[in-house]
């Protein structure tokens, strides 16, 4: 149980095009998923935390107009990277909030999303 | 603010050596603590949690304490194995309505045969 999918698992776009990475929650419901970035040999920074039916609450300097975040049901939420540039280049990794008992929380982590910018 | 810092590698070991990966935190109060672990090509997979001070987190041969007197969780295995080789994440949550999750900068381990 609890498992969290990605796609796609790697795309490559050209600089100015736009890209959409989708998370979904296989087996469970989750009202909260988080978006992260993985820099090469550095740690995951969290991009912002996307809430179903409302805006998502970005991190201190990330851009939402530039990172558009839709958590349109329970199961899926998806990050759109407007107007890419290679500095947008990275793997994004998504994650799942689940219940696991009474007020326990645990984080579910999709497989990630390499983002390649020509 | 909250950080969690942890031992740079790549930690390289021979098969059955003694594992540890340092980590510490700085946070107040009272935060969980977790170790994550990513298989090359995979996403993060919890390994082990501890929610309060003098807990042992334990899973497959890996274990952690959480010293609230040194600010720690460190990572141990008493015997590591070739598939054990994969990056390490320590990472604390201090709760509150949306659980973020704060992580080290992960610790690649590579274990020969």
């Known amino acids: 149980g609890a498992v969290v999918s990605q796609h796609p698992s790697r795309v490559i776009c050209k600089s100015g095009t736009s890209v959409k990475i989708e998370c979904r929650s296989l087996d469970f419901q989750a009202t909260t998923m988080f978006w992260y970035r993985q820099f090469p040999k550095k740690s995951l920074m969290l991009m912002a935390t996307?809430?179903?039916?409302?805006?998502?609450?970005?991190e201190q300097g990330v851009e939402k107009d530039k990172f558009l975040i839709n958590h349109a049901s329970l199961t899926l939420s998806t990050l759109t990277v407007t107007s890419a540039h290679p500095e947008d280049s990275s793997f994004y990794i998504c994650s799942a909030r689940a219940r696991v008992s009474g007020a326990s929380y645990e984080q579910y982590f999709g497989p990630g999303t390499r983002l390649t910018v020509t | 603010g909250n950080s969690v810092t942890q031992m740079e590698g790549p930690v390289t070991l021979s098969e059955e050596a003694f594992l540890t990966i340092n980590c510490t935190y700085t946070a107040t109060g009272y935060p969980s603590l977790f170790w994550y672990v990513q298989y090359p090509g995979e996403g993060l997979q919890l390994l082990l949690k501890a929610t309060k001070a003098d807990d042992k987190g334990s899973n497959k041969g890996f274990e952690a304490t959480y010293r609230k007197e040194t600010t720690s969780f460190h990572l141990e295995k008493g015997s590591v194995q070739v598939s054990d080789s994969a990056v390490y994440f320590c990472?604390?949550?201090?709760?509150?309505?949306?659980?973020?999750?704060?992580f080290g900068t992960g610790t690649l381990l590579a274990v020969q045969p």
């Open positions: 990472a604390l949550d201090h709760g509150g309505a949306t659980n973020k999750l704060i």
């Open positions: 996307s809430n179903e039916g409302s805006k998502a609450t970005y």
